[in-house]
């Protein structure tokens, strides 16, 4: 009695009792049904020449740079079904930054844009209000409501939106910036560009995102060579750091960014440690106090004393632009899908050279917020 109520042990599935033979029984049928398949999926894509879903799609490199006329135009970079298609580029400060939060309890009333670590950083919303203002001023599409009059400038509501229309959306998403390096004092050398691994895996996650590739060596090298420095720099008077010196056409293009950024090609300091990293590049943070004077009796109104951060001339930050196609937008194509195609001649429509300028942030009444872009990628890297 006690074997045949072993024999006849029951197994619950889904609150029915099904007997264990019966179980063994569908796992192998699933098994066998489950090669057979792959076997025949293999066959399929031997046969039309389709491999699996992650192998890397042909890209001519060529045509992504250039247009039928042979005209230059902005490479957009994606190498498989598991990359995202878009364009990095870089930020430099041409002036001190001021790219605001609203106001702080703290000892700084008008501090900027951190990360949750306690990194600077620019918001996507940021830059890409600054790119859109940039587009409506080229096209000299903004109305007196400050707004862009999208019947003068199509090109500016394709790619960013339009404007109180909710079924219009941008064809484009712009990620946030991340430091690259940013120049700190430093005893032993005036200044150097700093940076740490938490910074340096933010942007090459970026650049991966888009397959990137010469950004992703670049950066990475820079991690790889723990231990392998080329030297120190005292940042202040009394930290040292890793110094690291990379061959790169990526770094020459850094370097090349404005006469401050030529520092870099004499090395990066690396700070190994994240939470140092925090308040070293604090040591290159702008705090600056201002006032509004009455000018009656050229004393300080009340209340109106107050202190604000700026990012440092010289800054070099890193972004995306990401192209969410195929998408509609009556502003990109008519009626008609804007697909790859047509979001590539709208950004090159907007963006006609490797290199512009722009404002980004606040205080631009007083000279702050220049920022040069430069779009990566070309093989004059």
């Known amino acids: 009695m006690r074997a045949i109520g072993v024999m006849r042990l029951h197994v619950r599935v889904r609150s029915r009792v099904l007997p264990l033979r019966a179980r063994l029984f ?26 699996s879903r992650d192998r890397p799609i042909s890209v001519d490199v060529k045509s992504a740079i250039h247009d039928e006329k042979g005209e230059v135009r902005q490479p957009i970079y994606q190498s498989s079904l598991f990359t995202m298609k878009g364009i990095p580029f870089v930020a430099y400060a041409v002036t001190s930054l001021h790219v605001g939060m609203g106001r702080s309890s703290g000892v700084v009333d008008l501090p900027i844009q951190r990360d949750p670590q306690g990194f600077p ?4 919303s940021t830059f890409k209000g600054a790119l859109k ?33 909710a079924d219009v959306t941008s064809i484009i998403s712009i990620s946030d910036l991340y430091p690259i390096a940013i120049p700190v004092p430093s005893l032993d ?40 420095s080329q030297g120190e720099a005292t940042i202040g008077t009394d930290i040292k750091v890793p110094l ?27 700070e190994e440690d994240d939470s140092r990293a925090v308040l070293e590049i604090e040591r290159g943070i702008i705090k600056y106090t201002r006032n509004r004077i009455n000018l009656n009796t050229k004393t300080v ?21 990401f192209l ?15 697909d790859d195609q047509c979001a590539y001649q709208k950004v090159n429509e907007f963006i006609k050279n490797k290199e512009f300028y722009l404002n980004v942030g606040g205080k631009e009444t007083i000279g702050k917020g220049i920022v040069k872009v430069r779009i990566l990628g070309d093989n004059n890297e």
């Not at 699933?30 to 076997?39: A, D, I």
């Not at 066959?43 to 039309?48: D, K, L, M, R, W």
């Not at 109305?143 to 960013?160: M, Q, T, Y």
């Not at 061959?247 to 404005?258: C, E, F, K, P, Q």
């Open 189 to 228: 050398r005036g200044y150097v560009y700093l940076t740490s691994k938490y910074l340096i895996n933010a942007v090459v996650d970026l650049f991966s995102a888009v397959n990137y590739e010469e950004g992703v060596k670049l950066l990475s090298s820079l991690v790889s060579q723990s231990g392998g």
């Open 26 to 51: 569908n796992v192998l049928t699933f098994l066998q049904n489950f090669y057979s398949g792959s076997k025949r999926r293999e066959a399929v894509s031997s046969q039309t020449g389709q491999g």
């Open 301 to 321: 109104s009340t209340g109106s004393l107050w202190t604000e951060e700026y990012l440092p001339h010289g800054s070099i930050f890193a972004g995306i632009m």
């Open 133 to 165: 203002q940039y587009c409506g001023t080229v096209y000299n599409a903004i109305n007196d409501n400050g707004r862009i009059d999208c019947s003068k400038a199509n090109v500016c509501c394709c790619l960013f939106g339009g404007e109180g229309e």
């Open 121 to 124: 950083i620019i918001f996507s």
């Open 244 to 270: 690291f010196k990379v061959t790169s056409s990526l770094l020459d293009t850094l370097s090349n960014l404005g006469s401050i950024a030529k520092k870099m090609s004499e090395g990066i300091a690396v």
């Open 324 to 338: 969410n196609t195929p998408r509609r937008n009556k502003y990109c194509n008519g009626d008609k899908m804007c």
